[in-house]
């Protein structure tokens, strides 16, 4: 991953350089919130960030509401699990049998 991570960035700063553009001039940076490009710890915001501290990350508000939409739709799918499942001991016991223990707190 962090091979990709550093590809990324160099082909960013090979389409910048052609324009005048330096990093260090940067003053804000918007990418998806792949952790590619956004990773707090790896990503290619991460390296731009440590050569020019003054270019803040802003996530890109669409994928950010993508994202939303993605989560509503997985806590949708778990709510019709647990539905089919407790409508039914038979089921619930399946599912019990099946499932690896938990903690106790759950």
């Not at 509401?65 to 509503?72: D, E, F, S, W």
């Not at 949708?76 to 039914?88: P, Q, V, W």
């Amino acid at each position: 991953m962090c091979e990709k991570r550093g590809r990324l960035l160099v082909e960013i700063l090979k389409k910048t350089e052609p324009e005048g553009l330096d990093i260090k001039n940067c003053r804000g940076q918007s990418y998806d919130n792949g952790e590619n490009m956004a990773g707090k710890y790896q990503g290619v915001r991460t390296h731009i960030s440590e050569s020019n501290p003054l270019a803040k990350f802003v996530p890109c508000a669409a994928h950010t509401l993508n994202l939303v939409g993605v989560m509503a739709g997985y806590f949708g799918t778990i709510n019709c699990l647990y539905i089919y499942f407790s409508a039914s001991t038979n089921r619930w016991e399946v599912l019990l049998k099946y499932s690896p223990p938990v903690a106790d707190w759950v």
